[in-house]
């Protein structure tokens, strides 16, 4: 890879999240590593083409299996000259249910860490707002493996959270739960923006809408842009997902231009229903909770 050539800063936003080390900036927009089938070599070409194309931030997790092959690739950018150092980019990764105990956390941060070949993350989130029983890391958690949850720590994380990541497009706009984070100075991240197409979890209905449809073909852009465009005027930071060179580069190019207010007043009209995760999905053993179902109770 030492023929990659030399890559120019991309100019894109960034957000200042407040920690008891000072803080860091986070790059509005990150690059998704759950895919759909996984395939590690994949993978690692997608994230060396995606930070040849300006991406800076990285989200993984350790049930996604991708830890691994993000940090070959990101040690390969720094040996092949594409970035300067790790202080350049920024990496989140997640606790999934089965560490999620006191004295679980920090060796499964330590493998994480292991995995990506990194020393630190910057930042390191829940990635599901439920106990389960020590084991297997997998999804969905069978109901006989899940522990009851501490209501008093479940119902108040903007007490301590700065980031929360959940499900947020033109179809699910989350306008109560934003107005809640905003007023508690808790950053928003939109996973799946887009709808996560093509997956077995995604759905076609936010790349699909004939109203996002008509309003991408009157700026002559892509759907896909529409939708990270309203999520970048919103406020909200977000992930997105494609290892197409193309799109990678479509979906950065969102940054000098603007909705207008009669966009505004179409997808306002969208009906709003969550799309994620489909039916299938879901533990045929219990009711799923998401982690607006858990916020619910405090906004």
């Known amino acids: 890879m030492a023929n990659l050539p030399q890559v120019p800063t991309f100019n894109i936003p960034e957000v200042k999240l407040s920690s008891s080390s000072g803080g860091r900036n986070m790059p509005v927009i990150g690059m998704g590593t759950m895919a759909d089938p996984f395939d590690e070599a994949v993978l690692k070409e997608a994230v060396l083409e995606a930070i040849k194309a300006g991406y800076r931030h990285f989200d993984t997790a350790a049930l996604y299996k991708s830890e691994k092959p993000l940090g070959e690739a990101m040690a390969e950018a720094i040996e092949a000259g594409l970035i300067k150092s790790r202080d350049e980019l920024f990496v989140t990764s997640k606790l999934w249910c089965t560490d999620a105990?006191?004295?679980?956390?920090?060796?499964?941060?330590?493998?994480?860490?292991?995995?990506?070949?990194?020393?630190?993350?910057?930042?390191?989130?829940?990635?599901?707002?439920?106990?389960?029983?020590?084991?297997?890391?997998?999804?969905?958690?069978?109901?006989?493996e899940q522990l009851p949850l501490d209501s008093t720590?479940?119902?108040q994380p903007w007490k301590i959270a700065r980031v929360n990541q959940v499900e947020i497009s033109p179809l699910w706009q989350q306008q109560k739960l934003r107005g809640f984070c905003k007023s508690k100075g808790v950053v928003l991240t939109a996973y799946s923006p887009l709808g996560a197409k093509g997956t077995r979890w995604g759905t076609d209905e936010v790349?699909?809408?004939?109203?996002?449809?008509?309003?991408a073909k009157a700026h002559n852009k892509t759907v896909a842009q529409v939708c990270l465009r309203w999520a970048?005027?919103?406020?909200?930071?977000?992930?997105?997902?494609?290892?197409?060179?193309?799109?990678?580069?479509?979906?950065?190019?969102?940054?000098?231009?603007e909705l207008t207010s009669d966009d505004y007043k179409q997808i306002n009209k969208i009906k709003q229903h969550r799309l994620?995760?489909?039916?299938?999905?879901?533990?045929?053993?219990?009711?799923f909770k998401s982690p607006e179902e858990l916020w619910d109770g405090e906004i």
């Open 153 to 155: 720590q479940c119902g």
């Open 207 to 215: 790349m699909d809408n004939e109203t996002l449809k008509e309003i």
């Open 101 to 144: 105990h006191h004295d679980l956390v920090l060796p499964a941060l330590k493998n994480s860490l292991r995995m990506l070949q990194l020393e630190y993350l910057d930042l390191y989130l829940i990635h599901w707002p439920l106990s389960a029983k020590p084991g297997k890391i997998g999804f969905p958690v069978p109901k006989d």
């Open 276 to 287: 994620m995760p489909k039916p299938e999905m879901v533990s045929p053993n219990g009711p």
């Open 232 to 257: 970048f005027e919103q406020g909200l930071t977000f992930v997105v997902k494609s290892f197409n060179k193309e799109r990678m580069r479509e979906n950065l190019q969102i940054f000098d231009w």
